[in-house]
Structure formats: C-alpha cells, structure tokens
C-alpha cells in the first residue's frame, strides 16, 4: 500500500536557514516582519471596513478554511465575536464552515468533499453576508468550490493566501496574499491579519 504522506503538500515548505534551533526561530521572526510589509495595505483597509459594513447591514461573516487554516477560521470567530463586541455598536456574526462537525462531515459525505462548504452556503449563506476563504495554497477544491457559491449567492468574498496564491487569490474580490512558499509562516501571518482586524475594530467601537 501507497504511503499517503508522501503527498503531503507541507513537503513544498522551502525552510529557513539555522543550525541551531535559537538561530532557526531568529530568522523565521525575520521572514514574518518582513511579510507583514508585502502584505497589501489598501486590500487590508477594504477588509477591515467591509467588515464594519456587514455588522451594520446585520449580515454575517462565513469562513472556511482546511485542516490549520480551518483552526484559525474557528479562532477567528473568536475574537470577532467576542474581542470586537460593543454594546453600542452592532456586534460581528462570524460562523466557522467547519465547526459543525455533523453538518460538515454529513454534506462532504453525500455530495463529495469538494462541495462541502458550499453546500452550507446553500442553506445558510445571503447576498448581505460575506465569505472569509482561508487557503495557503490557494488550490483547494472546496474553498474553490465555496467562493463560486458565495459570489453566485451575491455575497462578497476574502481570500487568504500563501504560495502562489491559485484560484483563491483569482477570484476573491479582496484578495489578502502572503508571497511565500512556507506554510507555517503563510499560518502566522493570516493570523497576524485576523488578530490586528480584530483589533483595529475593537480600539475604534471604544473611543
């Protein structure tokens, strides 16, 4: 039998320089300050208020996401939820696409896993709501699959990516791209972004 990690996509990580473990963690620091300053600034700024805008408009805020990038979709709606929320102003309503593991697992079981953010989409997605794609790679089926459904439906799409940036990063109407073959440090710097979205919004409801 096949050994199936030897698919893995984590082996087109290109590594950072370092004998030593201390010198590994410097220079991976390193990579991560100066992606912060590739990442597109007014793309960033269209994020940050168009999420403003759908908290007004009472819609909410989908994300979908694989394996660690479905981690920091679930971590996400954390802090919009609950790090932003104000009692003046209209609170986030983010909802993670693979949270529900019954309604997740049941639809990528009958309508194959490609389809199973889309389907959810079907039954809960409006065209005032919008939709966070979470994908290093940019390449993957479902998230592919979600952000035809969501532009179908009328719903404004984010795309969250690393390496060369695929589909996802084609077809998102904002497209926050991270240009570098690493997973790990496409991961830290979504975070990076979730978290100071986060922020920014929290310190602006507070003035």
């Known amino acids: 039998m096949a050994n199936i990690f030897e698919r893995d996509p984590g082996r087109r990580n290109t590594f950072m320089n370092g004998d030593t473990p201390g010198e590994y963690l410097l220079e991976y620091s390193r990579r991560i300050a100066k992606l912060a300053e590739m990442i597109d600034g ?5 994020f940050v208020n168009l999420l403003s ?3 007004e408009r009472k819609g909410s805020i989908f994300v979908a996401g694989n394996g660690g990038s ?3 979709g679930d971590h996400l709606c954390c802090d919009f939820a609950k790090g932003t929320y104000h009692p ?5 309503r983010p909802h993670s696409l693979s949270a529900n593991v019954a309604v997740y697992s049941a639809f990528a ?4 896993f ?15 709501d919008i ?3 979470i994908s290093s790679s940019g390449a993957s089926p479902n998230i592919i699959e979600a ?3 969501a532009q179908e439906i009328g719903m404004k799409v984010v795309g969250m990516t690393g390496f060369e940036g695929g589909k996802v990063r084609e077809l998102a109407n904002i497209s926050l791209h991270v240009p570098i073959n690493n997973y790990g440090l496409v991961e830290d710097s979504h975070q990076m972004i979730m978290h100071c979205a986060a922020q920014f919004i929290s310190i602006k409801r507070t003035k």
């Open 114 to 128: 490609e389809n199973a953010f889309s389907a959810s989409l079907d039954v809960y997605g409006e065209p005032k």
């Open 53 to 55: 805008e759908v908290a």
């Open 131 to 133: 939709l966070i794609a």
């Open 147 to 149: 952000i035809n459904k």
């Open 70 to 72: 479905a981690a920091i």
């Open 88 to 92: 003046k102003h209209p609170p986030l």
């Open 42 to 46: 007014s793309a960033f700024n269209e």
């Open 109 to 112: 079981n009958d309508f194959g």
